[in-house]
């Protein structure tokens, strides 16, 4: 990715800088029914495989759908990928209302420009700490680029964690369903377990799913089955973990829950 017109972008981050509003979105559901809470969500990116059809590639991104609104929630490595997984699934670009970004690496940023080509009249949330990289993408007078730094309610039920971590800041979704707290994770470079932790400040409600990538593929089985423990002593009901988890943690994760793990790939659709 490239970081031309620095002074252009640093330009537009001050101008949107000025929204105080964020949003964010996550929603699941089943192959054969909804949520009771009316909310869906869709793995259209993933390097871990769940639906044949879909295309495989490095990255993450999910919609989450609601009676009310759509969310993008990252946007993976590449445009091409992501619009034709969307399409595949059913899911047109133009009913997202907000793109929700959790980190600027581009396995999780890439995708933006293709996908705001198709639908720019969308708000864009992004950590507070980015600052040229996702506005060199973003070149049109329709699309809203509003930071998010601390904790906040986006909309009702629906939080961010706000920037959590020192070297690499990320933010996670979280959704407060009358089930419990479902949470949303990019890349979980933060630590999963300090992200499940601030959830549950925001809600004060049990972890009924954790989803998303753990980033665990570089951990040893030892720590890995440490985190497991101290997931399961939180309360955590369900997981579904892919991308950067690792094959070796994935295992793990799904001996450790047994039929409350939920395969979490590309085309997966989930539900607490």
């Known amino acids: 990715m490239t970081y031309r017109r620095s002074n252009q972008v640093l330009s537009f981050l001050r101008t949107c800088a000025g929204f105080l509003m964020m949003a964010g979105i996550m929603v ?23 639906a044949d059809e879909m295309e495989l590639d490095w990255g993450f991104s999910c919609v989450v759908r609601s009676p009310a609104r759509a969310i993008l929630f ?9 619009l034709k997984n969307m399409a595949k699934l059913g899911i047109d670009p133009r009913e997202v209302e907000a793109v ?7 396995d999780h940023i890439g995708g933006v420009t293709d996908f705001l080509c198709q639908n720019p009249k969308v708000a864009v949330y992004v950590p507070q700490s980015f600052s040229s990289t996702l506005h060199e993408k973003v070149k049109n007078p329709y699309t809203k680029i509003i930071p998010v730094s601390g904790p906040n309610r986006l909309y009702e039920n629906i939080y961010s964690t706000g920037e959590m971590g020192t070297w690499l800041k990320e933010q996670s979704l979280v959704l407060d369903t009358s089930k419990g707290v479902v949470v949303i994770t990019g890349c979980a470079h933060p630590g ?4 499940v932790r601030k959830a549950r400040q925001l ?8 989803m998303g990538g753990f980033h665990l593929f570089n951990k040893n089985a030892s720590e890995i089955d440490r985190i497991i423990r101290t997931l399961k002593e939180m309360g955590v009901q369900k997981v579904a973990p892919s991308h950067c988890t690792g094959e070796e943690a994935i295992l793990r994760f799904k001996r450790a829950w047994g039929e409350n793990f939920i395969p979490g790939g590309c085309g997966a659709h989930l539900s607490p």
Request: hydrophobic content about 40%; some cysteine; charged content about 20%.
């Open 100 to 106: 929700f970004l959790s980190h600027k690496h581009r």
């Open 203 to 210: 809600v004060h409600k049990d972890v009924c799913l954790v």
């Open 192 to 195: 999963i377990l300090n992200i």
């Open 74 to 82: 990252d946007t993976g490595g590449d445009g091409r990928i992501l």
């Open 28 to 50: 699941f559901f089943t192959p054969t029914a909804n949520s009771d809470d009316g909310m869906r969500i869709s793995v259209v990116y993933n390097n871990v495989a769940f």
